[in-house]
Nanobody, 124 residues
Framework: QVQLVESGGGLVQAGDSLRLSCAAS????????MGWFRQAPGKEREFVAA????????SYADSVKGRFTISRDNAKNTVYLQMNSLKPEDTAVYYC?????????????????WGQGTQVTVSS
């Protein structure tokens, strides 16, 4: 069974930075693409960023492009989300997810394992 554990969330001010981490269990981490999603109160879960198995390809939601960076360290079974220039509208619970395959996917249906989420709150 794959377990994904997010960390690094918190309360910050607008303009600040945070780095989220997602540690994955299992020996096959490097065989799968990974992604980050977020869900704000009263809203549906939305795609934030994704990365392929090797880290060579990434994809971002338009709302975070240029501010967020997804990366991975396959030796540490960890995927990261560096978030800069945070805005109040970035406030949400952020979820890490493991894709069903090696390529970048951007829809929730393409992921079959999810973490419990970490809260990010950005004050104005």
């Amino acid at each position: 069974q794959v377990q994904l554990v997010e960390s690094g969330g918190g309360l910050v001010q607008a303009g600040d930075s945070l780095r989220l981490s997602c540690a994955a269990s299992g020996r096959t981490f490097s065989s799968y693409a990974m992604g980050w999603f977020r869900q704000a109160p009263g809203k549906e879960r939305e795609f934030v960023a994704a990365i392929n198995w090797s880290g060579g390809k990434t994809s971002y939601a338009d709302s975070v492009k240029g501010r967020f960076t997804i990366s991975r360290d396959n030796a540490k079974n960890t995927v990261y989300l560096q978030m800069n220039s945070l805005k109040p509208e970035d406030t949400a619970v952020y979820y890490c997810a493991r894709a069903a395959g090696t390529s970048v996917v951007v829809t929730p249906g393409g992921f079959n394992y999810w973490g419990q989420g970490t809260q990010v709150t950005v004050s104005s």
